[in-house]
């Protein structure tokens, strides 16, 4: 193991970033993000990068837009509000198959919200939060050491896929400190030919990446069907997700990100109560671990659904279990956190109602 | 609490150096190859107002990095106490900087470490040390992690921007522990296992 520094989350999604060729950062100011931007400030001209803060968000999508074009690797950051403000962009350059890494360290909203942790943006971010039909890769690190690994690893199946990637973060994970060891950067798949860029045509056939213009008439059809395609496949190759003690688990918590981290202290804790809890935690919300959950649904008891927002998590959790076994949910918005001992009451509170419910007194 | 882990908060005023302490801390604890989780509150803080950082240490993996309830506070003003005495765990403990604190803690149930910070601070010559006093004094009392392992964090921390300030930061270092000797312990603080 080599040497540990300590750095924050926003910080080392940053490094990652720089160590996996990251050249080019786009990003408006807004809490609690804002560590991006200034250390990308500082990194990007010390590696011959270009930093920019853009007059908008709209504008730093778009210049995002115009750095992949080129053959750059990429990325912008904001928080939630401005995430919304992006949503145009990231269409267009799902689109366009443009790989870029987009991070949204989420705070409480909506409208303008609070500037609190929050995961509320779950169903913009899984769902498409701009128009048509398109997919944004989405990863939800649980760890200062794993923003490291996963940024990086962003940046690789955005290129291999050619699709954009978001970091679903959050202002806890954004702002605290960690221990973190900065591994040198390898690609983990084999990087495909950027074939597509636009970097003069000089010698060779002009490329469009877009156009008005769609020949033949039903074009934008084929178009789509080839996206469906691409995103089909990635949902076999691509689908992450880590398990803790589920195997004998009467009662599995399902949560990501900073909520998955506090839900397995919480089940270290039933566990030392007697009651068998497990964790499924999945570390691609796109493509969702659907497989993975079913399995599970197969083994418990119950499971719990653990999210810092009003139930959109939850939803994807009921779609993979598909009435496996029930499905019981802990969350709020607005800037709730969820302690170790809130989540513990309510395992105590479901086994002591399933343990009534066995015992025929109901 | 069943855990081997150690939950602290630092606050005082906007200005007093309190994200430091909890940087100079959180950095030895890494140096100890400990797991540490450290946070500064974030948000509409302004120079003056007040500021709160929190580090948690474990020899074990850290769940929750957020402390909602500290076992140890550092406390370097009047304000800071009267917001966060009533969140500390039972039996806790607190290290207030007398120099900035009138109306000491209420609670019985805590262990106390008592240090003239700012008062040390100006006999060496900056202000602007007070908080390193208090961490030295905080660490002599609890040892929760060598001084050895603290005097190289301060070295870290310093070295970059200002050899000089090594100097008298340490300085300050050890003359917090200096006090914390010279008034003995109210009650052994003891070293997290």
Same mark, same amino acid.
């Not at chain 1, 499924?280 to 671990?289: E, K």
């Not at chain 2, 900056?126 to 390193?132: C, G, K, S």
């Given at each position: 193991m080599g040497e540990k520094i300590l750095l924050k989350g926003n910080e080392v999604m940053c490094e990652a970033a720089v160590q996996a060729g990251c050249r080019f950062f786009a990003g408006y100011p807004i809490t609690p993000q804002n560590e991006v931007p200034e250390y990308m400030s500082k990194r990007m001209p010390q590696v011959g990068g270009i930093f920019?803060?853009?007059?908008?968000?709209?504008?730093?999508i778009n210049m995002v837009f115009g750095a992949s074009l080129s053959g750059a690797r990429c990325m912008t950051s904001s928080s939630s509000p401005g995430i919304s403000l992006k949503q145009e962009g990231i269409s267009y350059i799902a689109a366009a198959e443009l790989p870029c890494l987009i991070a949204n360290i989420q705070r409480g909203g909506p409208g303008l919200g609070n500037i609190r942790a929050s995961q509320a943006d779950y169903f913009q971010a899984v769902k498409g939060g701009g128009h048509g039909d398109y997919r944004v890769i989405v990863l939800a690190p649980a760890s200062v050491q794993e923003i490291y690994t996963l940024t990086m690893n962003a940046f690789d199946w955005a290129d291999y896929y050619r699709n954009p990637v978001m970091i679903l973060g959050d202002g806890i994970s954004g702002q605290m400190a960690e221990p973190v060891e900065i591994l040198p950067y390898e690609p983990i798949v084999d990087l495909p030919a950027k074939d597509y860029i636009l970097d003069g045509c000089a010698g060779r056939k002009p490329r469009v990446v877009k156009t008005l213009v769609l020949r033949p008439t039903d074009g934008l059809v084929t178009h789509n069907e080839h996206l469906q395609g691409k995103y089909k496949r990635i949902e076999a190759e691509l689908s992450l997700c880590e398990e803790y003690e589920t195997a004998d688990a009467e009662i599995v918590i399902a949560a990501y990100g900073i909520t998955a981290r506090i839900a397995k202290g919480a089940a270290r804790l039933a566990r030392k109560k007697g009651i068998a809890v497990g964790l499924?935690?999945?570390?691609?919300?796109?493509?969702?671990?659907s497989d993975a959950f079913a399995a599970v649904a197969k083994t418990a008891g119950q499971i719990l659904t653990v999210e810092m927002s009003h139930g959109q998590f939850v939803e994807d959790v009921k779609l993979a279990v598909n009435g496996g076994c029930p499905v019981r949910f802990l969350g709020k918005g607005g800037g709730w956190y969820p302690t170790e001992d809130t989540i513990l009451e309510k395992i105590e509170s479901m086994a002591a109602a399933s343990a009534t419910i066995a015992k025929g007194e109901l | 609490m069943d855990r081997h882990e150690t939950r602290i908060i630092i606050a005082g005023f906007g200005g007093q150096g309190i994200v430091l302490i909890g940087n100079v801390i959180a950095r030895a604890a890494v140096i100890e190859g400990k797991n540490v989780v450290g946070m500064v509150s974030y948000g509409a803080e302004m120079r003056g107002g007040t500021a709160n950082a929190t580090v948690v240490i474990s020899s074990d993996e850290i769940f929750d990095p957020f402390v909602a309830h500290p076992d140890r506070a550092? *406390?370097? +003003? $009047?304000?800071?106490?009267d917001r966060f005495e009533p969140q500390i765990e039972k039996d806790g403990l607190i290290l207030t900087n007398t120099s900035m604190i009138q109306r000491g803690p209420q609670r019985t149930d805590l262990a106390r470490i008592k240090v003239d910070a700012t008062q040390i601070a100006h006999q060496i010559g +900056?202000?602007?040390?007070? +908080?390193?006093v208090a961490v030295g004094a905080?660490?002599?009392?609890? +040892?929760?992690?060598?001084?050895?392992? *603290?005097? $190289?964090?301060v070295k870290d921390l310093f070295s970059n921007k200002n050899p000089k300030l090594v100097e008298i930061n340490l300085k300050a270092l050890h003359a917090g522990a200096e006090q914390s000797r010279a008034t003995g312990k109210s009650r052994p603080g003891g070293a997290i296992s």
């Open positions: 920019v803060q853009a007059e908008s968000e709209l504008a730093a499924i935690r999945p570390i691609t919300l796109w493509p969702f671990p | 550092i *406390i370097l +003003n $009047q304000p800071s106490l +900056n202000l602007r040390v007070a +908080n390193i905080f660490i002599e009392h609890t +040892n929760l992690l060598s001084m050895s392992s *603290i005097e $190289q964090a």
